[in-house]
């Protein structure tokens, strides 16, 4: 009979809570009112950058601790980055204060729309109003037309997305501003009142939208930046307890803009640099850290001659790279770049006694995308506990690397993530024990292989192994 009963009360405690979600997740909507919303959406490079600030008030009756953030289905597809932040104070006197920001489903969410919630810092109680500043980043969200260009052709891209912000909130007054490369616009979508100064297209404002309100917009303009995206780049980072820490990092480069058509003709190219290949690039900019020294560039053919270095102990070091061939659109390049760094400068010694390498997530190419990273961090021989702390969530897994005179292999700590951009680029943290004592296993070896190979050459010169007496 109990068996028989629990399915039952299963049931009727999922009818009545369902209700109850939906009509909290409702009430915590309508006790939010967004008093003012800018949005800004800089179009200047094919990574696209949105600055939202949000005025917030609460109109409740119970205090709020959470705002939520909405998304097309189209856009959460290519969000690389989201961070919200919580501003007090005005104009130079203004701090800033991080807010944690988290995924969210909601099962009344319209036409497919995607959530984020932003936790605040403090609960916003009733008649308060506090100030957002947020930052997303969208990559692959520019779409070239005509998708095919001749080598004297510029290249034309689409932005798609709304002239009204998506928020599940009442919003009194808005404006988007959004920033293109250049005065070249092909066309864009009007939504009275809109207004273009130079390269800025304004929409708004517009006053009193109702929570989901969304207009399609479309513009069509003119951007031939360089569409660098790293398709795939596995940096592997070696860890040598004599002093030395090596960096080799594998590129699969290409570039995805408009697909180039027709012949390539070199002498146009070279002749004439402001008419031909416009949207192409030939040079690249890595930023490598202080104090690299042995730095090299090669292909699968070979060392490529190409390249400048502009070190500095101090300040950061610039390594501008040119491929064989100017990249057009749809073309693609393979290479690896190799440096070394000096130890001292990025493994420590934490309060506890372990080591830990301090060095930079992300891609050392300038406004470059990538779509899937591979952080490889190679322990020396002998390293026990290894841990990573990485300030964004990534993927991890443990391998073993077998080198010259490894006798157990070396840990290695994988960290994988994909959609990187710029922004990436910020320090973390490879944790783990080791005893000084294993620095002296390969010496070790050496030395008793020699003594044993001389050994056998003294018994070999000393034993008669002649038949005769």
Not at 135 to 153: A, D
Not at 233 to 248: A, D, M, P, Y
Not at 432 to 459: D, G, N, Q, R
Request: contains cysteine; charged residues 20%.
């Amino acid at each position: 009979m109990e068996a028989l009963l629990r399915p039952r009360i299963m049931l009727s405690l999922t009818i009545i809570l369902i209700p109850i979600f939906l009509f909290i997740s409702g009430a915590s909507s309508h006790q939010i009112r967004i008093n003012n919303a800018e949005r800004r959406i800089d179009l200047s490079t094919h990574i696209v950058k949105v600055f939202l600030t949000l005025k917030v008030e609460n109109t409740g009756k119970t205090s709020a601790s959470e705002i939520l953030l909405a998304f097309p289905p189209t856009q959460v597809d290519h969000l690389a980055f989201l961070e919200a932040l919580a501003a007090t104070g005005k104009k130079k006197k203004k701090t800033y204060v991080s807010l944690a920001v988290k995924p969210t489903q909601l099962p009344d969410a319209p036409n497919e729309t995607n959530y984020y919630t932003i936790v605040l810092a403090n609960p916003l109680n009733t008649g308060e109003t506090a100030t957002l500043e947020i930052l997303y980043i969208l990559t692959h969200s520019l779409e070239p037309f005509p998708v095919e260009i001749s080598q004297s052709e510029s290249q034309l891209v689409y932005y798609r997305d709304s002239a009204l912000i998506l928020s599940p909130y009442h919003i009194k007054q808005q404006t988007t501003f959004i920033k293109i490369p250049s005065n070249k616009v092909e066309s864009f979508t009007r939504v009275e009142p809109t207004d273009r100064a130079g390269n800025e297209l304004k929409y708004g404002p517009y006053e009193d939208r109702p929570p989901y309100s969304y207009s399609p917009l479309l513009v069509h303009f003119e951007n031939n930046n360089p569409f660098s995206v790293v398709e795939e780049l596995v940096r592997e980072v070696e860890i040598s307890h004599w002093g030395n820490l090596q960096i080799t990092e594998q590129y699969k480069l290409a570039h995805a803009g408009a697909r180039h058509k027709g012949i390539f003709s070199r002498v146009d190219y070279q002749s004439k640099p402001t008419f031909s290949g416009v949207s192409s690039f030939k040079h690249l900019l890595a930023r490598l850290p202080p104090r690299v020294h042995s730095v090299y560039y090669r292909d699968e053919i070979g060392n490529i001659s190409t390249s400048h270095l502009r070190a500095d102990s101090w300040k950061i070091s610039e390594l501008e790279i040119e491929p064989r061939y100017p990249l057009f659109g749809g073309w693609r390049a393979t290479f690896v770049i190799g440096y070394g760094l000096p130890l001292e400068d990025f493994l420590f010694e934490s309060s506890d006694g372990r080591r830990y390498l301090n060095f930079t997530f992300g891609c050392p190419l300038v406004e470059t995308v990538v779509d899937k990273l591979t952080i490889k961090v190679v322990l020396p021989e002998g390293a026990k506990g290894p841990s990573a702390v990485v300030p964004f969530p990534v993927e991890q897994r443990l391998e073993t690397k077998y080198s010259y005179l490894d006798v157990v292999g070396r840990t290695v700590v994988v960290l994988e993530k994909k959609n990187v951009v710029p922004v990436h680029n910020i320090p973390f943290q490879v944790y783990y024990t080791f005893k000084p004592i294993f620095m002296l296993a390969e010496p070790m070896m050496l030395a008793s292989a020699f003594f044993l190979f001389f050994t056998a050459c003294v018994a070999y010169l000393h034993v008669d192994l002649s038949i005769r007496k």
